[in-house]
């Protein structure tokens, strides 16, 4: 199992930025896909989370309204849209996977089994 985060990079304050992670080596329709985040010296944390059939996310509150999780299953890929981007936002974007199939959205890393590379966003302001 791989996946392929890509589409950060560095952008003012009040911009937007979309991150794209590919994944493959296995099936993922069934399973749900998040974004968690970390900047230097924190913990990772909970950004945005789509299940199996995109009828379901869910979103931490700092990033609710700005940012929106979509996936497109034919292509094995998840998509943070990142609008009205802040400082507080920098940080290295990680996607996740959980591996069991058609489970409920979960918001800590301990859900999730597959994790990308990660993908560096800066925000200046």
């Known amino acids: 199992v791989q996946l392929q985060a890509s589409g950060g990079g560095l952008v003012q304050a009040g911009g937007s930025l979309r991150l794209s992670c590919a994944a493959s080596?296995?099936?993922?329709?069934?399973?749900?896909m998040a974004w968690f985040r970390q900047a230097p010296g924190k913990e990772r944390e909970f950004v945005a989370a789509?299940?199996?059939?995109?009828?379901?996310?869910t979103y931490a509150d700092s990033v609710k309204g700005r940012f929106t999780v979509s996936r497109d299953n034919t292509k094995n890929t998840v998509y943070l849209q990142m609008n009205s981007l802040k400082p507080e936002d920098t940080a290295t974007y990680y996607c996740?996977?959980?591996?069991?199939?058609?489970?409920?959205?979960?918001?800590?890393?301990?859900?999730?089994?597959?994790w990308g590379q990660g993908t560096l966003v800066t925000v200046s302001s």
């Open positions: 996740a996977v959980e591996q069991s199939s058609f489970g409920t959205l979960r918001v800590t890393p301990e859900g999730y089994a597959y």
């Open positions: 789509v299940n199996w059939d995109s009828r379901s996310t």
């Open positions: 080596g296995r099936t993922f329709r069934t399973v749900n």
